[in-house]
């Protein structure tokens, strides 16, 4: 019996029977000789032995259903998937709703069985959550697992490291030069007397005050030194660098906030982002699948492998298309054989200084043999001719080129020099000749 079949309790979701062309209900009867598409049946049509065309009544078949367990022994597949529509028709924590509208597990048994197998089971964990590694989970509490009890290095003095955390002294919880390091010295000629006048007296303690709020100051830049892991400035860094690049420019930007919002609320902050910029790039890359009309994640493996092969067979064509423009003249095509030779020897080739008297025009390309030059009419070979551009390149860019002014109904030069990354002139030549012949319109 093939248990394989549309797991929908909508009748309207499946095919009609080839026989009578009602709605199939399960069970119902796959050929396994017929097809594609799949020749399909119901019970009573299989039972009078129905025959069209290919199809005889002795042929092989399969039995479709949903009728088996998956997650669980009293759970079947069809019951999984009416839990799931009905969480998503009712909302999370309704059920008493999922009951009524599954009518055949009670509210305590939905409850119990998504939770177990939909929330808190492992296998079903997103990947997203970065929880790869036992030692975040038992720090679940803090996005960085870092400690300001953590013992910080003990560096020799006045050595590189030392510099790196600002000559802080760990024996001493102290650093060699403080913050408002000669907030002392306003302090030093002050002496409280007897025969202070009331007024003389009062500029004392208001000087004394001031000294008391810079070292306060002083104990608050500590404070958020230690609470941050600043210290360790290299054990910071390493952390830091775990995320993406986008997020490590964010992570800069916010720094200036994280004495606000504390060690672990800032942590967190940093951490969602992180998380959202994930969620982002998974929702880009699927709507990329769908763009494309991949509907499973076997043949998106198949699209991201064609694709990669793709951009490598465009950057080769890029490449030819830029050894091509020295092939007809020798001396540029010595120059490049000798820079590529510098090149793999390891040494700094050295960039040729234009001549300001003048400068020798390229001749035209010779597009004989070239492959796509069949494609092409005389306008465009001679386009090509003088651009020195390959067939295929020009035929690529021409393409991106029309879709682009199709979608948005027209084109600005500034957007075709986005699309096809060569030279600003030669996109300028190619654009004026695609608006000149009406392949284009301008915006």
Same mark, same amino acid.
């Given at each position: ?82 839990? #799931? ?34 929330? =808190? =089971?492992? #296998?079903?964990?997103?990947? #997203? ?102 210290? =360790? ?143 092409? =009419? ?66």
């Amino acid at each position: 019996m093939e248990r394989l079949a549309s797991f929908s309790s909508d009748p309207f979701d499946k095919p009609p029977c080839r026989g009578c062309s009602s709605y199939l209900t399960e069970p119902y009867v796959k050929c396994a000789e017929c097809g594609p598409p799949p020749f399909l049946l119901c019970l009573q049509c299989f039972t009078r032995g129905f025959e069209y065309k290919k199809h005889q009544s002795d042929h092989t078949y399969e039995i479709m259903t949903s009728d088996f367990p998956v997650l669980d022994p009293n759970w079947t597949a069809q019951e999984e998937m009416s839990l #799931l529509e009905a969480v998503m028709d009712c909302g999370f924590g309704n059920w008493q709703d999922v009951a009524n509208q599954m009518c055949t597990k009670s509210k305590e048994e939905c409850e119990k069985h998504y939770m177990k197998h939909f929330i =808190n =089971n492992p #296998l079903f964990a997103s990947t #997203l959550l970065n929880l790869k590694q036992a030692e975040e989970a038992q720090h679940h509490e803090t996005a960085i697992p870092f400690h300001s009890a953590d013992d910080p290095p003990r560096p020799t003095f006045d050595s590189l490291l030392s510099r790196d955390m600002a000559g802080y002294m760990p024996a001493r919880a102290d650093f060699v030069e403080e913050f408002d390091n000669y907030a002392e010295w306003d302090l030093r000629d002050i002496d409280f007397v007897e025969d202070d006048s009331d007024i003389l007296h009062a500029l004392k303690i208001a000087v004394v005050d001031i000294y008391h709020s810079r070292l306060k100051e002083r104990q608050r830049r500590k404070k958020i030194i230690r609470d941050h892991g600043l210290i =360790n400035l290299r054990k910071f860094q390493i952390l830091e660098r775990r995320y993406p690049r986008e997020v490590q420019e964010l992570y800069e930007t916010m720094r200036r906030f994280a004495r606000i919002l504390g060690p672990v609320e800032h942590d967190k902050f940093i951490e969602s982002h992180a998380l959202e910029f994930e969620l982002r790039r998974e929702i880009k890359r699927l709507q990329e699948y769908r763009a494309a009309g991949i509907t499973n994640f076997c043949s998106a493996r198949t699209y991201d492998h064609l694709k990669k092969s793709r951009d490598e067979e465009r950057l080769k064509r890029t490449m030819l298309s830029e050894v091509l423009q020295y092939i007809q003249d020798s001396s540029a095509c010595q120059q490049w054989l000798s820079r590529q030779a510098d090149i793999d020897s390891g040494i700094t080739p050295t960039v040729p200084v234009p001549s300001t008297t003048g400068r020798r025009s390229a001749p035209p390309l010779n597009l004989t043999g070239l492959p796509g030059t069949e494609k092409l =009419n005389e306008k465009e070979k001679e386009l090509c001719q003088m651009v020195r551009l390959v067939p295929g390149a020009y035929l690529e860019y021409k393409a991106a080129l029309v879709n682009e002014c199709n979608k948005q109904g027209g084109l600005r030069l500034a957007q075709a020099r986005a699309l096809i990354k060569i030279d600003v002139n030669k996109t300028r030549k190619i654009y004026d000749f695609l608006i000149r012949e009406g392949y284009i319109t301008k915006a």
